[in-house]
């Protein structure tokens, strides 16, 4: 089992900035890829950013790409996710997600095995 805990959510004016913190324990050896997905009310799960666990590889959606930065401390076990130029639209519950058991990086979340409780992002406009 791998746990997942979020930090880092909070309040922020559009065009502020946030880093969200995301810590993983257990068997921590078995991760993969690690993810960042959002969920907005009324809004299913989105894809935000992903990274390999050992190779470093991003990816990114669209609608963050150039704004947001994912990158991993692997001596630390923590995924960070540095937010830049915030939009209200990025207004989210803001969830981890850690995969062990594929190798190709996935923006799907039905691929990831694990999940964090969630922080909550609010931009105001």
């Known amino acids: 089992q791998v746990q997942l805990v979020e930090s880092g959510g909070g309040l922020v004016q559009a065009g502020g900035s946030l880093r969200l913190s995301c810590a993983a324990s257990?068997?921590?050896?078995?991760?993969?890829?690690m993810g960042w997905f959002r969920q907005a009310p009324g809004k299913e799960r989105e894809f935000v950013s992903g990274?390999?666990?050992?190779?470093?590889?991003?990816l990114y959606s669209d609608s963050v790409k150039d704004r947001f930065t994912i990158s991993r401390d692997n001596a630390k076990n923590t995924v960070y996710l540095q937010m830049n130029s915030l939009k209200p639209e990025d207004t989210a519950v803001y969830y981890c997600?850690?995969?062990?058991?594929?190798?190709?990086?996935?923006?799907?979340?039905?691929?990831?095995?694990?999940w964090g409780q969630g922080t909550q992002v609010t931009v105001s406009s």
């Open positions: 990274i390999t666990w050992s190779g470093g590889r991003t």
């Open positions: 997600a850690a995969d062990s058991d594929s190798f190709v990086l996935s923006r799907l979340p039905r691929i990831y095995d694990y």
């Open positions: 257990g068997r921590t050896f078995s991760i993969t890829n």
